[in-house]
C-alpha cells in the first residue's frame, strides 16, 4: 500500500450516517473551489465545485458550503457508503491565478458498516 | 473528461540518478500541471507546464532540479534530478481546460529513492 492520508485527521462514521468534511482556506481573494476524493493508489478525483459568487451547490448526495466571511468550506456527504471511505482534499484558485490550486491538508473519511 | 495517462506509475530508483515521468492526455488540454505528494500528505504544485515556452515554476521549485517539457497539447514530461531519498513522493500530472473549470488528474508516478 502507500501512504496517502497516513497522518491525516479521521472522520469515522457509520454507513448511511451523514458526513461532514470541513476545510479552512488561506487567500480571501480566492474565487473558485473544488472538492477532491483519492483513494489508495489513485490521482485525486473530482467531486464538486463551487465560484465564490455562490454559498452553496448541490450535486448528486453532495453539497458544498461556503463561507466567505470565515474563509470557511465543507463538503456533505448524505448518507454515507463504504464506497465513500478515501481521502478528501479541498482546493482554492487564487484570483488571476490562472487555474492555479491550493490544496488544503486533506481529511481521511472512514465508513464503518 | 480526459484521460489522463503517467508513466511509470511506480519507480525504485538509486540516489543521485534521474527520472523522467510522462503524461499523455488523449485530447488536446488547454494547461497542464505537475504536483509532488510527499508520504501521507497533500499536493503541492510544482510548475505549470506551458506549450511551446519555458514552465512556470512555484516558490521552492527550480528548473535544475525538475525540468520540464510540453511539446504539444496532449504530452508533458517532468525529470526529477539528480535525486536524494527525499525526492521520494507521488508525483501527479493534472490537465485544466479553463478559468472555472476543476482540473483532473492522472494516477501519479509513485518515487522510491534508495
Known amino acids: 500500500g502507500e501512504s496517502v492520508g497516513l497522518h491525516l485527521p479521521t472522520l469515522s462514521v457509520q454507513e448511511g450516517d451523514n458526513s461532514i468534511i470541513n476545510c479552512a482556506y488561506s487567500?480571501?481573494?480566492?474565487?473558485?473551489f473544488i472538492w477532491y476524493k483519492q483513494e489508495s493508489g489513485k490521482g485525486p478525483q473530482f467531486i464538486i465545485d463551487i465560484r465564490s459568487n455562490m454559498d452553496k451547490r448541490q450535486g448528486q448526495r453532495v453539497t458544498v458550503l461556503l463561507n466567505k466571511t470565515v474563509k470557511h468550506l465543507s463538503l456533505q456527504i448524505a448518507a454515507t457508503q463504504p464506497g465513500d471511505s478515501a481521502v478528501y482534499f479541498c482546493?482554492?484558485?487564487?484570483?488571476?491565478?490562472?487555474?492555479?490550486?491550493?490544496f488544503g491538508a486533506g481529511t481521511r473519511l472512514a465508513v464503518h458498516p | 473528461s480526459a484521460v489522463i495517462s503517467q508513466k511509470p506509475s511506480r519507480d525504485i530508483c538509486q540516489r543521485g540518478t534521474s527520472l523522467t515521468i510522462q503524461c499523455q492526455v488523449d485530447s488536446q488540454v488547454t494547461m497542464m500541471f505537475w504536483y509532488r505528494q510527499q508520504p501521507g500528505q497533500s499536493l503541492t504544485l510544482i510548475a505549470t507546464?506551458?506549450?511551446?515556452?519555458?514552465?512556470?515554476?512555484e516558490s521552492g521549485f527550480v528548473i535544475d532540479k525538475f525540468p520540464i517539457s510540453r511539446p504539444n497539447l496532449t504530452f508533458s514530461t517532468l525529470t526529477v534530478s539528480n535525486m536524494s531519498p527525499e525526492d521520494s513522493s507521488i508525483y501527479l500530472c493534472s490537465v485544466g481546460q479553463g478559468r472555472w473549470a476543476p482540473q483532473h488528474f492522472g494516477d501519479g508516478t509513485r518515487l522510491s529513492i534508495l
Open positions: 507546464a506551458n506549450q511551446g515556452s519555458e514552465a512556470t515554476y
Open positions: 487567500n480571501s481573494a480566492s474565487d473558485y
Open positions: 482546493a482554492e484558485s487564487p484570483s488571476g491565478g490562472y487555474n492555479k490550486l491550493i
